[in-house]
């Protein structure tokens, strides 16, 4: 099952415009994690937020994290063609379990 | 920087034969991992290996999916028989220590026909 689920499914931009996605979960989390996939390859981790943290960012991108409403969002700034791809967050539940995936979010930057 | 190889990179089988696919993880990665994602979906977790040892197969299907890490490093996933539901992308990903981000590979496309 998954644990995750993105917000929206799909969204299409204008290229320079800030996009927003936003995950919600179910259970309590050790971390939540976002990553990127364009067509037809692997996933790239982009951020990693700890459940004791709020707010995170990374050059272009910035994570929030509200573990009362289990709910995070990914801003991405000034958006680039090239940043068209799916966003999935991914829930870290602690121990030995591997990462539970979203079912993402598909992100189109139009030139 | 060192990348998580697979192969192969697509491949398209008769429903009843058996298929295998290879994964070597980054150099020292102790944790492995086999995804399955459908199209348009996100990545499940088949199966967790920490060195050669199995941590959690509970969403493998069994009666026709195996998975070894005999030594540790490499990998393999095989479908005995492959059944049209099969058709995915089969994701590989590893991790070093701690609770660290996942490293994936760029998968096998797989196709049932």
């Known amino acids: 099952s998954q644990q995750g689920e993105e917000d929206p499914q799909a969204l299409s931009i204008q290229e320079g415009e800030n996009a927003t996605m936003n995950c919600s979960y179910k259970?309590?989390?050790?971390?939540l994690q976002w990553y990127r996939q364009n067509s037809g390859r692997g996933l790239v981790h982009l951020i990693l937020i700890r459940s004791n943290e709020r707010e995170k960012h990374s050059g272009r991108l910035r994570v929030t994290l509200d573990t009362s409403k289990k709910s995070s969002s990914l801003l991405i700034t000034a958006s680039r063609a090239a940043d068209t791809a799916s966003y999935f967050c991914?829930?870290?539940?602690?121990?030995?379990?591997?990462?539970?995936f979203g079912k993402g979010t598909h992100l189109i930057i139009q030139p | 920087e060192a990348e998580v190889a697979q192969s192969p990179r697509y491949k398209i089988t008769e429903k009843s034969q058996a298929v295998a696919f290879w994964c070597d993880p980054i150099s020292g990665h102790a944790t492995l991992y086999w995804y399955r994602q459908i199209l348009g979906q996100g990545p499940e977790l088949l199966v967790q290996?920490?060195?050669?040892?199995?941590?959690?197969d509970s969403q493998l299907p069994k009666d026709r999916f195996s998975a070894e890490r005999l030594k540790g490093v490499d990998s393999t996933l095989k479908i005995q028989p492959a059944e049209l539901g099969d058709s995915a992308m089969y994701l590989c990903?590893?991790?070093?220590?701690?609770?660290?981000?996942?490293?994936f590979g760029n998968g096998t496309r797989l196709t049932v026909t």
């Open positions: 990903a590893s991790m070093g220590m701690g609770n660290s981000p996942l490293h």
């Open positions: 259970t309590s989390i050790n971390n």
């Open positions: 991914a829930t870290d539940l602690g121990g030995a379990d591997g990462l539970t």
């Open positions: 290996f920490q060195d050669e040892s199995v941590v959690d």
